[in-house]
Nanobody, 124 residues
Framework: QVQLVESGGGLVQAGGSLRLSCAAS????????MGWFRQAPGKEREFVATISRSASTTYYGDPVKGRFTISRDNAKNTVYLQMTSLKPEDTAVYYC?????????????????WGQGTQVTVSS
């Protein structure tokens, strides 16, 4: 069982930056592919980014390409999402996810564990 705890959300002005962190429990963090999804009010959950076990492979959703960066520190059991040039449309609850198979994917149903989410609000 893996527990994921997100932090770093908050209120920021458009054009600003935030860094989200996701701390994972358990001994096998380095075996998991990790991802970030988000969900805005009234909208479906949306893929944001994913990273492979060794961080050699990353994928990003089109709305965040060039602005967001996913990274991980396996020694700290932590995955990060650096968000820059934030826009009001980035406002959402951001969820950290883990996939035991270890292969990154953009499909939410292929992830095994989910955090509780952290709110990001971007004001215009």
């Amino acid at each position: 069982q893996v527990q994921l705890v997100e932090s770093g959300g908050g209120l920021v002005q458009a054009g600003g930056s935030l860094r989200l962190s996701c701390a994972a429990s358990g001994r096998f963090f380095s075996r998991y592919a990790m991802g970030w999804f988000r969900q805005a009010p009234g909208k479906e959950r949306e893929f944001v980014a994913t990273i492979s076990r060794s961080a050699s492979t990353t994928y990003y959703g089109d709305p965040v390409k060039g602005r967001f960066t996913i990274s991980r520190d396996n020694a700290k059991n932590t995955v990060y999402l650096q968000m820059t040039s934030l826009k009001p449309e980035d406002t959402a609850v951001y969820y950290c996810t883990a996939r035991a198979m270890g292969i990154p994917t953009i499909m939410s149903y292929e992830y095994d564990y989910w955090g509780q989410g952290t709110q990001v609000t971007v004001s215009s």
